[in-house]
């Protein structure tokens, strides 16, 4: 029976209050904890999202927070689901409350072949430890593709608890680990300070799972009276260039395009092509385009703007890998 459990702190893991619990409440063995956590004593604890608990544990940890709530804003399901379209996302936030499998497949988790290791700002780290007495680990330092804290821009350090399902079952907590004197770097890129920004309020932000607008649909319909649209015609020329120009990259046109035309709805791509259109993120969180709109879109895209240019149609495109 599970007579202690924390309370769970601002942007923490579930995986990390979980830890917490382990390491205050004096196991002899992780495999005790686990018998009283997880329906399955052997599972891997879940480090980005839940696991099956059991009924002791699903009460606990829903004591103050109902579960939907628990999944919103303590996993890493924003960060992933945010943009899937209204079906997908559904289905795969269902899979997570009824604590089912498959909503990694439904997830825009983005394929990487490195090692990805739970991180940490040792800013943060000291600011937890003067504010809670000990730190944790945040949600927003493990956003794929942003290097450097939103906070305080330093560079986050890599742990040793890697985020692996070959990895060997265990809870560790960040204060285990965790160092305020480690060497960091400070993010000096006043644009890149800004898109971690706006990126981590974007992934915090509450979702309405109801909004059945598809983000490249409104992004789109954002071009609109824009000199990146003129009619029907899309100037993906002129906009991949100054996107460039404007982040200092060297992104090939049908990248945006796969944006445009719903083919990419991973968080980061939008969030940049978002912020260079100067669109605000609440905007974003709670797009709001005319049925009119989306029959238009998905009647015809034009690639660019060159004179002659033909139309492509739209299954044709959203079918390109």
Not at 188 to 200: F, H, P
Not at 211 to 232: A, C, E, F, P, W
Not at 233 to 257: C, H, P, S, V
Not at 263 to 277: E, T
Request: proline share 4%; hydrophobic share 35%; with cysteine.
């Amino acid at each position: 029976m599970i007579s202690y459990f924390p309370q769970i702190y601002p942007d923490e893991l579930l995986y990390s209050q979980l830890a917490r619990y382990y390491d205050k409440s004096g196991y002899m063995a992780y495999i005790f904890a686990a018998e009283d956590l997880f329906e399955s004593r052997w599972v891997r604890p879940d480090i980005e999202f839940l696991n099956s608990y059991t009924q002791d544990a699903h009460g606990v940890i829903t004591k103050n927070l109902p579960l939907y709530e628990v999944i919103i804003k303590h996993t890493m399901f924003p960060y992933y689901g945010r943009f899937l379209d209204k079906e997908r996302r559904n289905k795969a936030f269902s899979a997570l409350v009824n604590m089912q499998g498959g909503y990694r497949n439904l997830l825009a988790i983005p394929k990487t072949n490195k090692e990805r290791y739970l991180r940490y700002c040792p800013l943060c780290v000291n600011e937890d430890r003067q504010k809670y007495g000990e730190t944790y680990w945040h949600r927003i330092h493990q956003m794929i593709g942003v290097d450097a804290c939103p906070i305080h821009f330093c560079s986050l350090i890599n742990s040793d608890v890697l985020i692996s399902s070959k990895e060997p079952p265990r809870l560790v907590t960040a204060e285990e680990v965790a160092s305020e004197n480690c060497v960091y770097t400070v993010n000096s890129n006043d644009t890149e300070k800004r898109l971690y920004q706006y990126i981590s309020t974007v992934f915090k932000s509450d979702i309405n799972l109801e909004n059945d607008v598809q983000i490249g649909d409104y992004l789109s319909y954002r071009l609109q009276n824009t000199k990146y649209m003129t009619g029907r015609m899309r100037n993906m020329k002129a906009l991949t260039y100054d996107y460039n120009k404007f982040y200092g990259t060297e992104t090939e046109l049908w990248r945006i395009q796969k944006i445009l035309t719903n083919v990419n709805v991973k968080i980061k791509d939008i969030c940049m092509l978002a912020m260079f259109l100067e669109i605000t993120h609440e905007e974003l969180n709670n797009p709001h385009i005319g049925e009119s709109i989306k029959r238009l879109n998905r009647k015809k895209v034009y690639t660019n703007a060159k004179p002659g240019t033909k139309t492509r149609d739209w299954n044709e495109i959203v079918n390109i890998s």
